[in-house]
């Protein structure tokens, strides 16, 4: 955004007939550390003597995903509720789209990462985790009390002083 407001200025800078160096000390003085970059701005600079108009960055080569929609990242979900320990590859192949796509879906779209070869979402904490498995190996849990400085006193102060007597030592 920043950017485009700078090609704006930098084509006022040259409509007025300004040079290219008093335009780039014009942007710095403005701008400071947000400045574009010397090389950016002359780019930018020549763009407009050549007659260009647009302040717009020119459409990019290569093929937009078309996998990334709606549809597809609905058939991903219920690939991955129903079996979750795949692969990219074998996830991609059953929903019929390639590795790439597939993983920036599942990781931007639908925010989940790997754990231990199994697709989870991101917000699944590590306790809960050690809950699911405890719970799936039928162990007893013990509800254990949250955490209260009260609870433990000695440990704010037990630590300091054991570290500070073997501090200096080669053992």
Do not use: N
Not at 81 to 96: D, M, S, T, W
């Amino acid at each position: 955004m920043k950017d485009l407001e700078q090609r704006v200025c930098a084509k006022f800078s040259f409509k007025l007939g300004k040079t290219f160096t008093e335009t780039f000390q014009i942007l710095q003085q403005v701008y400071g550390e947000d400045c574009v970059s010397r090389t950016q701005c002359h780019e930018w600079y020549q763009r407009f003597k050549s007659g260009r108009t647009s302040i717009e960055d020119d459409p990019k080569c290569g093929r937009p995903y078309t996998s990334m929609d709606d549809d597809h990242v609905e058939k991903l979900l219920a690939v991955m509720r129903q079996i979750r320990r795949l692969i990219f590859r074998e996830v991609a192949e059953e929903v019929g789209i390639c590795k790439r796509p597939c993983h920036l879906i599942l990781t931007d779209k639908l925010k989940m990462r790997r754990v231990a070869a199994k697709f989870v979402p991101r917000l699944l904490t590590d306790a809960l985790l050690i809950h699911e498995f405890l719970t799936k190996h039928e162990a007893t849990i013990v509800p254990q009390p949250s955490y209260s400085p009260d609870l433990a006193p000695a440990d704010f102060f037990l630590f300091p002083k054991l570290k500070s007597s073997p501090k200096g030592r080669r053992f």
